[in-house]
T-cell receptor, first 113, second 114 residues
Framework: DTAVSQTPKYLVTQMGNDKSIKCEQNLGHDTMYWYKQDSKKFLKIMFS???????INETVPNRFSPKSPDKAHLNLHINSLELGDSAVYFC????????????FGSGTQLSVL | DQQVKQNSPSLSVQEGRISILNCDYTNSMFDYFLWYKKYPAEGPTFLIS?????DKNEDGRFTVFLNKSAKHLSLHIVPSQPGDSAVYFC?????????????FGQGTTLQVKP
């Protein structure tokens, strides 16, 4: 009964490919996020959705397209993968009243070769 | 230009002693601060937070101190236990914590030796 689950855990792919990462939360939260942990270990927000509506879109290449079919799911599709996209991608969720208290998934390690 | 910095990449302490993890920030708009703990192959988990209207918040063995004038916060763990060995991330937000847009430091790896 994992609270925030994301798949796959590991993703190894070639440059130029298109890939997706899926995320689901069973906490009943209304807001979900994608964070990226780069090689320097900083976690940086990419996107945030509230009840399926995009509310935060940081300066992310438009090769990255999030999709939220419902408030329990937030997927991340990446087109034309580049070497620099290699990172760990974390999905997270939070609820009203304690927005900053994020519940994270276990991460997807993306390696672009 | 990192707005939240954890200048010590690692810290090693003996079991039972105090662990002190430090964090500095530059943005005066930050008014809510959090610490997250991360074990290998897991996502970060929320540990403790503090609003800028306070200078201390305590939860069991964990205490966070905030020095607004110095733009500095610290996490104290007393007594430290081997299970506390993890990476600790400091994070900051504006909007009094009413946003999930957090600015994270790069983490400090704590090792607690038995």
């Amino acid at each position: 009964d994992t609270a925030v689950s994301q798949t796959p855990k590991y993703l190894v792919t070639q440059m130029g490919n298109d890939k997706s990462i899926k995320c689901e939360q069973n906490l009943g939260h209304d807001t979900m996020y994608w964070y990226k942990q780069d090689s320097k270990k900083f976690l940086k927000i990419m996107f945030s959705y509230n009840n399926k509506e995009l509310i935060i879109n940081e300066t992310v290449p438009n090769r990255f397209s999030p999709k939220s079919p419902d408030k329990a799911h937030l997927n991340l599709h990446i087109n034309s993968l580049e070497l620099g996209d290699s990172a760990v991608y974390f999905c997270a969720s939070s609820q009203p009243g304690s927005r900053a208290k994020l519940f994270f998934g276990s991460g997807t390690q993306l390696s672009v070769l | 230009d990192q707005q939240v910095k954890q200048n010590s990449p690692s810290l090693s302490v003996q079991e039972g002693r105090i662990s002190i993890l430090n964090c500095d920030y530059t943005n005066s708009m930050f008014d809510y601060f959090l610490w997250y703990k991360k074990y290998p192959a897991e996502g970060p988990t929320f540990l403790i937070s503090i609003s800028s209207i306070k200078d201390k918040n305590e939860d069991g063995r964990f205490t966070v101190f905030l020095n607004k004038s110095a733009k500095h916060l610290s996490l104290h763990i007393v007594p430290s236990q081997p299970g506390d060995s993890a990476v600790y991330f400091c994070a900051a937000s504006a909007n009094s914590g009413n946003t999930g847009k957090l600015i994270f430091g790069q983490g400090t790896t704590l090792q607690v030796k038995p």
